[in-house]
């Protein structure tokens, strides 16, 4: 969210990351970004998770992703919009599969709109297999582009939903 390398209000970020305990991030007086503990625990149903989590008390909840959907997230979801709350799914580290071509925009550009197209096939109809999860919002990330000195070149190779997804998350 603009948060500069280091930043000791920063996450931790690695691919392999799966959050143990909850963790609070304030972004700024309006809004607190709040990572919840890992899902995949198969003694804790999505209702119960829902429950357990407090989740009926956020404004809008963000199911990150890597290149696959957790069946239990698109399941928590679901109950989630049922509730009226509103969630989207983000699909994270597109910088992973942008090997930059810095010397040509054009396909460089063309790349990463075939990655959003290919991603969008992908995960959409397996979304949408759950009715209340018809049309909801998916955006493309790239983490490079998260923080506040990213570069330019940076910003051109991998950037793709970033800016709109922070718009998302602090307009809720």
Known sequence: MGIANGDP????????????????????????????????????????????????????LV??????????????????????????????????DLRPILDDLEEQKAKKQNLKKLGLEKYLPDIEKYSSLKGVECYFVSSCCFYKNCSATNKRAFGLDEDKLKNTILGC
């Open 63 to 96: 199911f990150v992703t890597g290149q696959s959907m957790r069946k239990k997230d698109k399941e928590i979801a679901s109950i989630v919009r049922q509730k009226n709350i509103n969630c989207i799914f983000v699909r994270s580290a597109c910088d992973r």
């Open 9 to 60: 209000r920063a996450a931790f970020v690695d691919q392999y990351s799966e959050s143990k305990t909850e963790q609070e991030y304030e972004v700024d007086e309006k809004t607190l970004l709040v990572e919840l503990v890992h899902t995949d625990r198969p003694e804790e149903t999505a209702k119960d998770y829902f429950r357990n989590h407090h989740l009926a008390d956020f404004n809008l």
